[in-house]
């Protein structure tokens, strides 16, 4: 069965740097949801997207922001990184009232 | 405010014991949902399970067994005969049903550790 794909699975910027992640959910998914856990921490919620729209926002810096385009994928873009923003970010995909399944991750490390 | 608490931060044990994770929530809704994800060193999450808040039977799959008391809002997870490869962060979730957004409030997880 296809899984959410994200890329890059690694990744390793500089401070002040930017980064886009990428997500491409489950094919007829309509909820995405980004997530970021920091180490030895759990997953914290960042944002989510029904049908290519903003549903919620958590606990997501200014200097991230999202979109879910019109093929349902969608980019998570992060500027002006800090060290702390070292994290490994997941997304997950699912159908309302479903369950969410996660991507693999992307491992951020800002140096 | 949603929260999810996981008292136990790591537990060992020896390869075939039983073993139980604790899973203690706090939500104002009367509807929700409560999850078990798995995430192995190599960093991934896993889903295990997810139970709907009407539903309070009891679960089993193979080795694994969940109990869900909506009475003491707990919903814990047993491992029988546990095997290495059962060694992971174990996480308890919840998520409050919310048409096109059901995020997921975790707990800090559990590290199990087996012993082999």
């Known amino acids: 069965a296809a899984g959410v794909i994200q890329s890059p699975r690694h990744l390793i910027k500089e401070k002040r740097e930017t980064a886009t992640l990428k997500c491409y959910p489950i094919?007829?998914?309509?909820?995405v949801y980004w997530y970021q856990q920091g180490p030895g921490q759990d997953p914290q919620f960042l944002i989510s997207?029904?049908?290519?729209?903003?549903?919620d926002k958590g606990s997501i810096p200014d200097r991230f922001s999202a979109q879910q385009f019109s093929d349902y994928h969608s980019e998570l873009n992060m500027s002006s990184l800090e060290l702390g923003d070292s994290a490994l970010y997941f997304c997950?995909?699912?159908?309302?009232?479903?369950?969410?399944?996660f991507g693999p991750g992307t491992r951020l490390l800002v140096l | 405010a949603q929260k999810v608490t996981q008292a136990q931060t790591e537990i060992s044990v020896v390869e075939k014991e039983d073993v139980t994770l604790d899973c203690v929530y706090e939500?104002?809704?009367?509807?929700?949902?409560l999850f078990w994800y798995k995430q192995p060193p190599s960093g991934e999450l896993v889903f295990l399970i997810r139970?709907?808040?009407?539903?309070?039977q009891n679960e089993i799959s193979g080795r694994y067994s969940w109990n869900f008391q909506k009475s003491t809002s707990s919903f814990n997870f047993t491992i029988t005969a546990s095997q290495v490869v059962d060694s992971a962060v174990y996480f308890c979730?919840?998520?409050?049903?919310?048409?096109?957004?059901?995020?997921?409030?975790f707990g800090t997880g559990t590290r199990l550790t087996i012993i082999p």
């Open positions: 997950a995909s699912s159908r309302q009232e479903e369950t969410q399944y």
């Open positions: 094919p007829r998914h309509d909820t």
């Open positions: 997207f029904y049908e290519k729209m903003q549903s």
């Open positions: 939500t104002r809704d009367t509807t929700y949902y």
């Open positions: 139970r709907n808040s009407f539903d309070e």
């Open positions: 979730a919840l998520s409050e049903r919310r048409l096109g957004n059901e995020k997921l409030t």
